[in-house]
């Protein structure tokens, strides 16, 4: 009996701050700075959702500007290097947006 009451009593002390790591936080990020907002045009929409599920948007203006083929290997990468959940038709026009707004 006693074993038993201690092993409760350890329970309880242990599992407690573990409860309460699991609560679910969340934080709230500032506004990206004016200067990185895309540039409006047919695709910015698909483009913005799909990159910006992994990183600000100035990480997509400050890119060198490049052609479509340019576009297609950085898009690319981030579907295959780092897991970017990209359709086909969406990979295609974020590379025309991409192109045509941040081309060369």
């Not at 038993?4 to 936080?25: D, E, F, N």
């Not at 913005?48 to 060198?64: L, M, N």
């Not at 290997?73 to 045509?100: C, F, H, P």
Request: with cysteine.
């Amino acid at each position: 009996m006693h074993a038993r009451r201690v092993a409760v009593i350890v329970t309880l002390l242990l599992g407690s701050p573990l409860l309460a790591a699991a609560q679910p936080k969340s934080i709230t990020l500032p506004p990206d700075h004016a200067f990185s907002d895309l540039a409006p045009g047919p695709g910015v929409e698909t483009t913005e959702r799909a990159c910006r599920s992994c990183h600000s948007t100035d990480y997509v203006v400050t890119q060198p500007r490049g052609d479509a083929r340019q576009w297609e290997g950085v898009v690319a990468k981030m579907m295959s290097v780092y897991g970017a959940n990209i359709t086909a038709d969406e990979a295609k026009t974020i590379v025309q947006y991409l192109s045509r707004q941040y081309g060369k």
